[in-house]
């Protein structure tokens, strides 16, 4: 009889533990609702998704580009979004919003920022005192506030947000409008190409090393529902397997990675994207590296604005696979 129960009891242990296993490599039936902002945020997904409209991906994806981070973030509260890339800061701000109902799963985006100049002559941040600068709203704005302080110039400069959007911005510098702006790419080569006095007078990624002992600018990067990464962690695997392979192709191949760009929405020009990527410090990062490089961001801008990250650093439950 005990030999009986002994042998009963362990094949219910082999049951539950094929079971288990099964449960984590799980693999949703149905279409993953993947959704990117347009611009640079978006641009390391285009290779993906050509290679899934030619039915060469592992997983089914439900793609959507949108202008408005405020889409996104609704989406992925409300559960019509299961991964999405979006700026930094938005991704902390959903996660506070949502009592961790996100988790970063991969950075996708670098420094992206430059002061650009049309007739002004700027060669280091210190030659902004005293000046006018106009800054997109939001991240770009936050990122821009805490190099100033850093430099000992918070009040020692203008800061505008008169054109809070990029495109906006980079009109208003082609046109001769403003003098110094914070443009993000693909923007710069737009209002370069179309106005030969303006220049790119500093790297802000460069200007924010300086000041951060190595420690890098993180503007764009990737994030699930936590609820679905629970329930098909084998899913979110094979997506990040995906998308690192995406990242790269955008990098190693511009031209062939700036036709897909336009293909599917992601920016309208291709020769403009072909030009900028190299200077878009498109990237994967992921794991103990993106927690790091986050935290650091975080601390940053919870320290000059609270309000943009949603008034709390996110714990460690936000990391995904860290």
């Not at 409300?78 to 930094?88: H, K, M, W």
């Not at 790269?248 to 309208?268: L, T």
Request: aromatic fraction near 6%.
């Amino acid at each position: 009889m005990k030999k009986f129960l002994s042998l009963t009891l362990a094949i219910i242990l082999v049951i539950v533990s094929v079971l288990a296993l099964s449960s984590c490599g799980k693999k949703t039936d149905d279409a993953i609702k993947v959704t990117t902002l347009n611009g640079t945020t978006g641009f390391g997904m285009a290779p993906l998704m050509k290679d899934h409209s030619l039915g060469d991906t592992k997983n089914d994806y439900e793609f959507s580009v949108e202008s408005d981070p405020s889409v996104v973030t609704a989406g992925l509260i409300n559960g019509t979004i299961d991964i999405a890339a979006l700026p930094t800061n938005a991704a902390a701000n959903v996660y506070n919003k949502t009592n961790g109902g996100v988790q970063i799963i991969a950075i996708n985006t670098l420094g992206v920022l430059y002061v650009v100049t049309n007739g002004v002559e700027i060669n280091s941040i210190s030659d902004l005192e005293g000046k006018t600068i106009y800054c997109p709203a939001q991240n770009p704005l936050f990122i821009t506030k805490y190099i100033l302080e850093k430099n000992g110039l918070t009040g020692k400069v203008t800061v505008s947000t008169a054109y809070a959007k990029p495109d906006a911005l980079r009109d208003a510098v082609k046109a001769g409008a403003v003098e110094i702006a914070i443009l993000p790419e693909p923007m710069v080569t737009i209002a370069k190409s179309g106005n030969q006095n303006v220049k790119v007078a500093l790297d802000l990624t460069e200007e924010w090393n300086k000041i951060s002992d190595g420690k890098q600018l993180v503007q764009g990067c990737v994030v699930v529902r936590t609820e679905f990464a629970n329930e098909y962690p084998g899913s979110v695997k094979s997506f990040l397997k995906e998308y690192k392979k995406s990242i790269e192709a955008v990098n190693d191949d511009p031209e062939g990675s700036a036709s897909a760009i336009k293909e599917f929405g992601i920016f309208a020009n291709e020769n403009v994207a072909k030009n900028a990527i190299p200077k878009c410090n498109i990237a994967y990062m992921d794991g103990e590296d993106m927690k790091e490089a986050m935290q650091n961001f975080l601390e940053a801008m919870n320290s000059i604005a609270p309000e943009s990250i949603g008034k709390a650093i996110p714990g460690d439950d936000f990391y995904y696979g860290a």
